[in-house]
């Protein structure tokens, strides 16, 4: 099966069917170059990826020109990772941090982006049951390298964690952007809704901007409800980017997401032929597959059992993939699954990638065992490609994974069921 090429189309598809995409696709056919600009607006529900860490510590950040007066002794700093301007990272301060006891007095954050505490509202944590002491979302003024400037919605959450070697308390925070851009870009006839996402990535984490290849997401509303999917409508933010495999365009974003352009191009292109064989009677039954490269290029695709797609020439990783086979008594599993080894596209070749077939199992020692303890195994499961899955379950349910140990000749040595931690 030659299936459709690209970034979005499903792999089963053959070029000449209908998708979800074309009308859009058509419409960028009439032209060069677009561009929009997008607003943050509220998703529907908190955007989990784009949880980041905060730098903490006693030390005064060098940026920080006035402080308050702390009732809680020695202040905590912190540095929020949000922009790359002039007020980046974000200032802040845990009054209170520092204390024996923890308790938090008030939380100082530079709101407004002048590098001063002096200005700014004192905020309060708030504890509910079950869960971490929190801030509501606060709008935070975010500063760019190329001078604009943001107000964005971040949420804050602070964990009182003891290290395990000495026992002493210490404080992480947790930095939540709870907002993304969104716009219509026109093309063509149509004003289409984009969507970018602050997240993070394998090639780092969510930031406060909104124009990071393979890190950031890009949803766009191909069915035209005026809604952005998660499931059916998010690819990662690449650089280059085709709707229909054929008609290529270079996606360019500053980093608050004011200019966000589409432009045509016609990138070098080599093929990637993908094939499935999993073990038994097995039967393909969908799956997506995330490919990302250095070159900040990122693609989703639907998988089948067979496929050839056109991609720009790169080294590609396999990551977040899942795939959902049918065993011979019709029951449905899931295995989730990535592939760190580069898969050469080249211009004009292909590049292969076999997955599944007879799966290896490789425990691995974790930790050595001590008396007392029992040894701590990690199992290691690939797959022709080399794939390495870490997950491999009925889909939909919780299933406790099962352990038998037997001798050479059969017989059960030991059974039951395998325990984690
Ligand atoms: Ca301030
Ligand atoms: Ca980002
Ligand atoms: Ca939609």
Redesign the pocket.
């Known amino acids: 099966m030659k299936a459709v090429a690209g970034t979005w189309s499903r792999a089963g598809r053959g070029r000449g069917r209908a998708t979800a995409m074309r009308p859009v696709a058509l419409t960028v056919l009439l032209l060069a170059r677009v561009a929009g600009a997008l607003e943050p607006a509220q998703g529907e529900a908190a955007f989990r990826a784009g949880w980041m860490e905060a730098r903490i510590g006693t030390a005064k950040p060098a940026a920080l020109r006035g402080e308050p007066e702390y009732h809680g002794g020695e202040p905590l700093y912190m540095e929020l990772p949000l922009g790359n301007g002039t007020n980046a990272p974000v200032i802040g301060v845990i009054d209170g941090g520092v204390g024996i006891a923890g308790r938090i007095h008030g939380i100082h954050l530079d709101v407004n982006g002048n590098n001063s505490l002096l200005d700014d509202p004192v905020f309060h944590a708030r504890l509910e049951r079950g869960s971490f002491p929190h801030m509501d979302p606060v709008d935070i003024q975010v500063s760019y390298a190329d001078g604009t400037k943001r107000l964005v919605s971040v949420k804050l959450e602070f964990r009182r964690q003891h290290r395990r070697d000495t026992g002493r308390a210490f404080w992480s925070v947790a930095c939540h952007v709870c907002q993304h851009m969104a716009g219509r870009i026109p093309l063509g006839s149509k004003n289409v809704l984009v969507g970018i996402y602050?997240?993070s990535g394998e090639k780092g984490r969510?930031?406060?901007?909104?124009?990071?290849y393979c890190?950031?997401r890009l949803r766009i509303d191909f069915n035209g409800d005026s809604k952005l999917d998660r499931t059916t409508e998010e690819l990662p933010l690449s650089r280059f980017l085709s709707l229909d495999g054929k008609i290529w365009l270079e996606v360019h974003a500053d980093p608050g997401a004011r200019n966000v352009r589409f432009k045509r191009c016609n990138p070098s292109l080599g093929e990637l032929d993908i094939r499935c064989d999993w073990p038994g009677s097995s039967t393909m039954s969908g799956g997506r597959i995330e490919l990302l490269s250095d070159d900040g290029y990122g693609f989703v695709l639907d998988m089948g059992h067979e496929s050839v797609l056109s991609l720009p020439e790169s080294d590609y990783r396999v990551t977040r993939a899942k795939a959902f086979l049918r065993d011979e008594d019709k029951r449905l599993w899931k295995c989730a699954f990535s592939l760190g080894g580069p898969l050469k596209v080249r211009k004009g070749g292909v590049a292969t990638l076999r997955l599944g077939g007879a799966l290896k199992f490789r425990p691995t020692v974790n930790k050595w065992p001590r008396p007392g303890t029992g040894l701590c195994l990690f199992p290691g499961v690939t797959g022709a490609g080399g794939e390495r899955y870490r997950n491999i379950s009925p889909a939909q349910t919780r299933m406790q994974p099962h352990v038998t140990i037997s001798d050479v000749e059969g017989v059960v040595v030991s059974q039951g069921p395998m325990e984690y931690g």
Request: aromatic letters at 10%; proline letters at 0%.
């Open positions: 602050d997240s969510a930031n406060g901007c909104f124009n990071d890190c950031d």
